[in-house]
């Protein structure tokens, strides 16, 4: 062999070696979460099939998302994840921080990439050069050894997600100071970019009672949503509310700069709620916080029916349905009540729907009226309160927080060309066999999805069949309009 062919063979042997030296492997694979890729994908599948996708405005800039043990936290990991899925993502940036290494400021994790069980998820160096070198940010694989923050996130990313590149952070000492700076670091890498997912990365109590937990963990959760970073950090620092407060507090400075209007909250749990002890539990949160699409503010603008209430009428229907779910509440009444206006005694379909802290609470209809309008806004509202299976039954404490929404239905046309079915104006009834799903009209305008989006969503999430069956001729399509009015 020649001494260039040798050189040459040496040199490749070499570069392959630091290439492969150059990925990180997860060490938490087999304790935290399984590490058999089939077992691992089918698990957090499982999971991400049981979430609910949420009614989000716009578009999901950032989340909130635990990382203790998957058979723990996972459940409430993948609303969050299963939120963010609903539009493709190219770049995920994790801010966790590190449980065990003491130091100031944020480590950027600088290897080529990160192998999990499911494969390399790899590292946008651009970012990585763009970010490294700002004040206390500097580059440091070694906090990432091991570190479940960061951890935990990376196999819900790859089977949510698909392939993104990451950027992957751990703050140091959670003080202020370090939150601002990263926040500030993170909008100026990020203000020009669009396909991208932030994850504060954060569990919320720990070792306290069910009970104290659940009371403690509330008030956290509404401090985070309220999407002011700083009194979040002033009200929880050193509280025992969230161990990875600084984390969420740089992503809330970060995610306010770029335009996020809210915070919601997704899911909420307990270790006990998944078979641990009451008496020492750890809180879990699944939060996001969204940005107004153009195309949602637009929607809203175009969309102008005319009205078939008057304020009065309007009126008279949300007083109904709440004397009537606060009479049922506190009496187990039906209400008895008339009403002398014509217009309330067309039988018309319609939905009721509950909101607490701008988060759904309950949402009942009927497609097929049977009665007059006025008995079934009254009818309605008490099965949204108590009948609704996605929610306990509402509790007459919360009554007043509660927001009323009514929705009144048109007549149902059957179509057989999707193309008539106009976003924003129209809600849309699929049907296949015994199986069917509804929208409402502003189901789209709430989450800016385009056509696609939403009939994908309502085949798959409503209505169980296939999310194409839609486009394939394959199920019966019905639209409607509908005129909603709120309190």
């Not at 990432?144 to 960061?150: L, M």
């Amino acid at each position: 062999m020649s001494k260039a062919i040798w050189f040459y063979f040496c040199f490749s042997l070499l570069s392959l070696t630091l290439m492969a030296g150059d990925i990180q492997n997860v060490e938490l694979a087999g304790s935290w979460y399984p590490d058999s890729p089939g077992l691992l994908r089918q698990t957090i599948q499982n999971y991400l099939d049981q979430a609910e996708i949420p009614l989000l405005q716009g578009r999901v800039l950032a989340l909130v998302s635990p990382h203790a043990g998957i058979a723990y936290s996972g459940g409430v990991a993948a609303w969050g994840f299963k939120a963010a899925s609903l539009k493709p993502v190219g770049l995920v940036v994790v801010v966790g921080f590190s449980h065990r290494q003491d130091y100031d400021g944020t480590a950027v994790f600088d290897k080529e990439g990160f192998q999990t069980p499911l494969g390399v998820l790899y590292t946008d160096k651009e970012l990585l050069e763009k970010i490294t070198g700002q004040d206390k940010i500097f580059a440091d694989s070694r906090p990432f050894k091991a570190e479940n923050s960061i951890e935990l996130q990376l196999p819900f990313i790859q089977v949510a997600l698909g392939d993104p590149q990451v950027l992957l952070l751990a703050i140091g000492r959670q003080n202020l100071q370090n939150a601002r700076i990263l926040g500030e670091a993170l909008y100026e890498i990020l203000k020009d970019k669009d396909d991208f997912l932030l994850i504060a990365s954060t569990d919320l109590s720990h070792y306290l009672s069910q009970a104290e937990a659940r009371t403690i963990d509330a008030s956290t959760a509404r401090a985070i949503i309220k999407l002011e970073p700083e009194e979040l950090f002033s009200i929880c620092s050193g509280q025992n509310r969230a161990c990875g407060l600084a984390a969420v507090t740089a992503v809330e400075i970060c995610v306010k700069k770029l335009g996020a209007d809210q915070a919601v909250i997704l899911k909420q749990a307990t270790s006990a709620d998944n078979g641990a002890a009451k008496t020492n539990v750890v809180g879990y949160l699944s939060a996001a916080f969204t940005k107004p699409d153009r195309k949602i503010i637009q929607t809203k603008e175009s969309v102008k029916m005319e009205s078939l209430f008057n304020l009065k009428q309007r009126k008279e229907l949300l007083g109904l349905a709440r004397k009537t779910i606060d009479g049922y509440l506190k009496q187990g009444k039906i209400l008895q009540v008339e009403t002398e206006d014509p217009a309330l005694k067309e039988v018309r379909g319609v939905f009721v729907t509950l909101r607490k802290d701008e988060q759904l609470r309950g949402c009942i209809g009927n497609i097929i009226a049977s009665q007059p309008l006025y008995l079934s806004v009254r009818d309605m509202a008490i099965a949204a309160a108590t009948q609704d299976p996605r929610f306990p039954r509402l509790r007459t404490e919360e009554l007043p927080n509660i927001k009323i929404e009514i929705s009144v239905l048109s007549r149902f046309k059957k179509i057989t060309d999707p193309d008539e079915i106009v976003i924003g104006t129209h809600g849309v009834l699929v049907k296949k066999g015994s199986r069917s799903g509804l929208y409402l009209p502003q189901v789209a305008i709430e989450t800016g999805w385009n056509r696609e989006e939403f009939m994908d969503s309502l085949c798959a999430e409503k209505a169980g069949i296939a999310k194409d069956s839609w486009s394939r001729g394959d199920c019966e399509i019905q639209i409607f309009t509908a005129e909603a009015f709120s309190e």
